[in-house]
Nanobody, 115 residues
């Protein structure tokens, strides 16, 4: 079976940084896409950033050039470097990946930014 394991969430003060990680494990033969989404309290789940296996990157409009997505294809791991965090970034962050031909989701990790 395939699983996504997230780490790196937590509590940080405004202006601080966090680095989220997501590892895909199991019978992983081809990772076509890995991405980060977030869901603010009472809001819809929105794209933060995505990266295809060829390196193509897409960022959501809400990021405002503060976040950077990267991946290590050999490790089947995707990262989200979040800098200059604001209280408005407080949300549950979800990792998702298209592995082989199926879309998987992680369980989510809480990011809380205090003022």
């Amino acid at each position: 079976q395939v699983q996504l394991a997230e780490s790196g969430g937590g509590l940080v003060q405004a202006g601080g940084s966090l680095r989220l990680s997501c590892l895909a494990s199991g019978r992983v033969f081809r990772v076509r896409r890995m991405a980060w989404y977030r869901q603010l309290p009472g809001k819809q789940r929105d794209l933060v950033a995505s990266q295809l296996s060829d390196g193509t990157i897409t960022y959501g409009d809400s990021v405002e050039d503060r976040f950077t997505i990267s991946r290590d294809n050999a490790k089947n791991t995707v990262y989200l470097q979040m800098n200059n965090l604001k209280p408005e970034d407080t949300a549950v962050y979800y990792c998702t990946a298209i592995i082989n031909t199926i879309t998987y989701w992680g369980q989510g990790t809480q990011v809380t930014v205090s003022s």
